[in-house]
């Protein structure tokens, strides 16, 4: 009696591991995960398999004499079709957050006003590169034989053309461009990309090229006359005779010059200024207004900050527009 009592709860003891194994399977095809089931064979030896033909093979294997094993390892071997569609999900964002957001002002010319949408503000320095000048290229065919002419000075492997976004006066993004000396390219353009992203507003930045009338000097006088930043320009110094500009050798910058004129001051007190428009900003001025630079202005503080002078300290004349370096 007590043995079969025993048998009894051995076979009982079977059914419910293969029902409870089955019940596992089946469960897990339900999940929709992607798995593997190990299973002992008759011999002792590792099964592997996917659920579905785990629970076909349990089934069928009670009715035989030495079955199969009813417990079941399942692995995980690939992620949850749940997580896959999250992962998926993550992507499409990350790809949504940078869609549409310009990598660098490849396509674009100077002057040419990009929408605030199209900006990655928070990677600017994508939009600031140098590059060198190259004999026949584009930006020497521009330059040469007007900003730069051959001289025992200054070579085009010692300058910089540099391609930079800033912000002009209706507050919108818009490409410039400079030539500087490549010793302090780098500089400049960080500079800049610190101006750019403060919002100061630059009204305009080509090169001297584009106002050129014949000469270096009257082609500054029209550059300024039209409010353009510059930098290069292989010319006499102002109210010099003969020494050559520190624009000459690409290490002098002019910002604004129509709201930081160059000013004299003469001995009976008075003012002397080459440009009409630059009248109301010859003796005032006053840091609260716009475009005007002072020594509570971010560009004098960032220029002086990585050794540059200024000319509005000067003291006579003064070039409110003019920061230079010396090498």
């Not at 190990?38 to 093979?57: I, K, Y």
């Not at 520190?246 to 009976?268: C, E, F, R, W």
């Amino acid at each position: 009696m007590s043995k079969f009592t025993d048998f009894l709860a051995d076979e009982k003891l079977k059914r419910i591991n293969v029902i409870l194994a089955v019940a596992a399977c089946v469960a897990v095809v339900a999940t929709g995960v992607t798995v593997a089931v190990t299973m002992t064979s008759r011999d002792g030896e590792l099964v592997t398999t996917d659920p579905s033909t785990a629970a076909s093979q349990i089934t069928e294997s009670y009715t035989e004499t030495e079955p199969v094993q009813a417990s079941v390892a399942v692995t995980t071997t690939l992620e949850t079709e749940a997580t896959s569609e999250e992962t998926t999900t993550t992507e499409t964002t990350e790809e949504t957050t940078t869609q549409g957001k310009l990598k660098s002002l490849d396509g674009y010319a100077p002057g040419d006003v990009i929408s605030s949408d199209l900006i990655d503000d928070s990677n600017l320095w994508q939009y600031f590169t140098s590059s060198e000048i190259s004999e026949g290229g584009s930006v020497y065919n521009r330059i040469y034989g007007q900003s730069y002419v051959e001289n025992d000075n200054i070579s085009l492997s010692d300058l910089r053309y540099l391609k930079m976004l800033h912000v002009n006066f209706n507050g919108e993004y818009q490409v410039g461009e400079m030539i500087v000396n490549k010793a302090i390219a780098e500089d400049v353009m960080e500079i800049f990309e610190t101006l750019c992203s403060e919002g100061y507003q630059i009204e305009k930045m080509y090169l001297i090229d584009n106002y050129w009338t014949g000469d270096g000097e009257s082609s500054d006088w029209n550059s300024i006359e039209h409010n353009n930043t510059s930098c290069f320009c292989y010319r006499p110094a102002t109210g010099s005779s003969g020494k050559l500009s520190k624009h000459s050798y690409g290490l002098a910058i002019d910002i604004n010059p129509q709201y930081n004129p160059y000013v004299t001051i003469l001995d009976d007190g008075s003012y002397k200024y080459s440009h009409d428009n630059a009248a109301d900003y010859v003796s005032n001025r006053s840091s609260d207004m716009p475009h005007v630079i002072t020594t509570s202005d971010l560009a004098y503080q960032l220029f002086t900050s990585y050794g540059w002078t200024w000319g509005g300290s000067w003291t006579n004349p003064k070039d409110y527009q003019h920061f230079q370096i010396s090498l």
